[in-house]
């Protein structure tokens, strides 16, 4: 049953808005379960939704962001995986946690200033790598989300390009879970078990996001991201 809600709550944020799934599952059920067992489970569930909202959005993607960002992710994803499975990864979540907060609260005072954040390569190549580590280890795109927020128009347009890279993303990473043993038959089919309750979560968000104004869905957006630094501060004690 706790699989059940956590399902349906963590994608009814996606739905609303496109990023936080995997910080709302985990923390529901990271008191009863392993990361290890919880990330694999929520990529699976993960992957569907982030082609749903990539192609209800697919006319507001920006390749020459997505491309880039791609390759830097995917280059992030193989220590992020190597320290799933080897080490006591408490200090890179604090770490990964104390930073997200910051940009979250730089990104709520930058509402009262609406201009659009310049894209820099150097910022650009941070983000991009730690974002690939930070999803290898758990799943989380916060950070990834922290710099496509800054430098995209609208809520359609980073649900749109957030997805775009997830979907790369989650391709290489299942790839990769299979071949570390972190994936596995088993895990597959617990997740085939969860679908109907994903599904459900993610259309209700979906339905709600367009009922809303898009100065709130980017407010909820801001909301969630700092939330989301501080769970896994407090995830990390």
Do not use: H
Not at 109 to 125: M, N
């Amino acid at each position: 049953m706790a699989w059940m809600i956590a399902a349906v709550c963590a994608f009814f944020i996606k739905g609303l808005c496109g990023f936080a799934n995997t910080l709302v599952f985990s923390a529901i059920l990271s008191f009863g379960s392993a990361n290890i067992n919880i990330t694999p489970v929520e990529l699976l569930l993960g992957f569907p939704t982030n082609l749903i909202l990539a192609w209800k959005e697919r006319k507001s993607i920006q390749w020459k962001l997505c491309i880039p960002l791609m390759l830097l992710v995917l280059a992030g994803n193989l220590p992020g995986i190597f320290l799933l499975k080897n080490t006591d990864s408490r200090t890179v979540k604090i770490f990964f946690g104390i930073v997200i907060v910051f940009i979250g609260m730089e990104m709520f005072f930058r509402e009262y200033y609406p201009r659009k954040a310049r894209e820099s390569r150097a910022v650009l190549v941070c983000i991009g790598i730690l974002s690939g580590i930070l999803s290898g280890m758990y799943g989380i795109g916060a950070m990834l989300a922290a710099y496509v927020g800054r430098v995209t128009r609208d809520s359609a347009s980073f649900k749109a390009n957030m997805c775009a890279v997830f979907i790369t993303e989650n391709l290489f990473r299942i790839f990769l879970y299979i071949t570390a043993g972190i994936l596995t038959k088993q895990t597959a089919v617990w997740a085939a078990c969860l679908y109907p309750a994903m599904l459900a979560g993610l259309f209700a968000g979906m339905k709600s996001s367009s009922l809303l104004d898009e100065g709130i869905v980017k407010k909820l957006v801001i909301l969630m991201l700092i939330l989301s630094g501080g769970a896994l501060i407090v995830q990390s004690f």
